[in-house]
């Protein structure tokens, strides 16, 4: 009996003692890969000194990292505001695979860096990959998330040319309720902020007719009425907005502002200064 | 409208990997939690446990529209020194919407980590602080829970262009 005790004693403590010389001393390739895994669940979980050092130090030693394993480290990192990690992260994956990687490199800097000539430059290598092909780059059209581009940029004529070319480019292939309604709000935007009112009215209702839950539509066709002087009108659409804002209708998303998103106290604001 | 497509098509996980993710859940929050729980400037509730803003519906009253107000009234423009660049603000917020333990981190506008002028990153990481009308966010069950989040200020020539991300 006491032979069998010290066996499994020995046997436990041989067995510790291999698993700390692999894990502890030696540390095997699966040592860096649980690591890496522990350490993208570290920033996940917010700790994100703690979750890098653990990628940086797998990154190290496993070597050969593909682009995809790259984007998906500075994926972590741009959720959670880390964007020295983020782009230098993203910009070794840019180098190994820019057919895979620029598409979502340009549409990332577009919404989540609001970096719009770096954007282009990514969009637009991307575009050549496939001349004769209108990519889409997350849920966009790529000449929609260029022309969103030029737009806060503020070259408006050029993006009103690639609004209209992200539509025609939709309809080739699909009918009207194909066409996303904020492709139709943004191209209404930009004929707004063109100053062309009565035209922005005109793709402000395409965009209710595609949704008619759309607060921001509402909110800047009133306020389109109100510039060309149809106050009245413009005023009960700034209601309607500020009523569908208030019950949770609008447009946005669950990282990032979205452009020309509208917001309860902005419509309020705007009302109480009528 | 926006999915982080690329993410969600990257994080899908079959049965086996969502068990071993649940497997490393368990032991980052039973080791790493038990021996970094953050303390002092906050009171997280529960476990101290904090999740990703994005993924609790964390909110701030008015939204960005609220706290790009907050930043236009009381930030002053900088004119000298070191004035372009990102400053990144990180912090939790509690299930009360009290916040602490904030942390920030200054980039150039290449996102190089850098040094921006003292008193830009002082007024932003203080008005920051300032903002105080949080709305927690919510588990499956709409309890509050803690939540981490970070505001970035993009400045350039000592002016306030951009805040992101939401």
Redesign the interface.
């Known amino acids: 009996m006491i032979k069998w005790i010290k066996r499994i004693v020995i046997g436990l403590l041989s067995t510790i003692a291999i698993l700390i010389l692999l894990f502890v001393i030696i540390k095997p390739k699966p040592y860096y890969i649980i690591n890496y895994?522990?350490g993208s669940?570290?920033q996940?979980?917010?700790?994100?000194k703690?979750g890098n050092e653990m990628i940086e130090k797998s990154i190290k030693k496993l070597k050969n990292f593909s682009a995809?394993e790259y984007?998906?480290i500075s994926?972590q990192n741009t959720?959670?505001?880390?964007?020295?990690k983020?782009?230098?992260y993203l910009d070794k994956a840019s180098e190994l695979e820019p057919k895979e990687v620029d598409g979502?490199y340009g549409w990332l800097l577009l919404?989540?860096?609001?970096?719009y000539e770096k954007a282009l430059f990514h969009l637009n290598r991307y575009d050549l990959f496939t001349p004769n092909f209108d990519d889409y780059v997350?849920?966009d059209n790529i000449l929609y998330a260029k022309a969103l581009c030029y737009k806060e940029l503020g070259q408006y004529s050029k993006a009103l040319e690639l609004f209209n070319n992200a539509i025609k480019s939709e309809l080739k292939e699909h009918d009207e309720s194909w066409i996303?309604h904020?492709v139709y709000f943004q191209k209404a935007r930009t004929l707004h902020l063109l100053g062309q009112q009565k035209k922005a009215i005109e793709y402000y209702d395409k965009t209710i007719k595609s949704w008619d839950k759309s607060a921001e539509s509402f909110y800047y066709k009133g306020l389109a009425q109100i510039e060309i002087n149809d106050s009245l009108i413009g005023r009960k659409n700034l209601n309607l907005a500020l009523d569908l804002v208030t019950k949770g209708y609008k447009?946005?998303?669950?990282?990032?502002?979205?452009f020309d998103?509208v917001?309860?106290?902005?419509i309020e604001k705007i009302i109480n200064e009528l | 409208?926006?999915?982080?497509?690329?993410?969600h098509s990257?994080n899908r996980c079959t049965p086996f990997k969502k068990k071993?993710?649940n497997l490393?859940?368990i032991?980052?929050i039973t080791i790493?939690f038990s021996c970094?729980r953050k303390s002092g400037e906050l009171d997280l509730c529960g476990l101290g446990?904090?999740?990703?803003y994005?993924?609790t519906?964390l909110d701030y009253?008015?939204?960005?529209?609220?706290i790009k107000?907050k930043y236009k009234k009381e930030y002053i423009p900088v004119k000298k020194g070191k004035n372009s660049g990102?400053v990144?603000i990180?912090f939790?917020v509690n299930c009360l919407g009290e916040t602490g333990n904030f942390e920030f981190?200054t980039?150039t506008?290449?996102?190089?980590?850098t040094t921006i002028n003292d008193s830009i990153v002082n007024q932003i990481v203080l008005i920051a602080r300032k903002l105080n009308n949080w709305i927690p966010g919510t588990n499956d069950d709409n309890e509050n829970i803690n939540s981490?989040k970070?505001?970035?200020v993009?400045v350039i020539n000592g002016e306030i262009k951009?805040i992101?991300?939401?």
């Open positions: 895994a522990i669940q570290m996940w979980f917010g700790y994100d703690k995809s984007h998906i994926i959720k959670n505001g880390n964007y020295n983020a782009i230098e979502y919404y989540y860096y609001r970096d997350g849920d996303s904020q447009t946005s998303d669950s990282y990032v502002a979205l998103e917001y309860q106290m902005e | 409208m926006l999915n982080h497509a690329t993410t990257l071993l993710r490393i859940y032991l980052v790493f970094n446990i904090l999740k990703p994005y993924l519906g009253k008015g939204g960005m529209y609220g107000e990102i990144k990180r939790d981190e980039y506008l290449n996102y190089e980590s981490f970070f505001i970035a993009k951009e992101l991300p939401k």
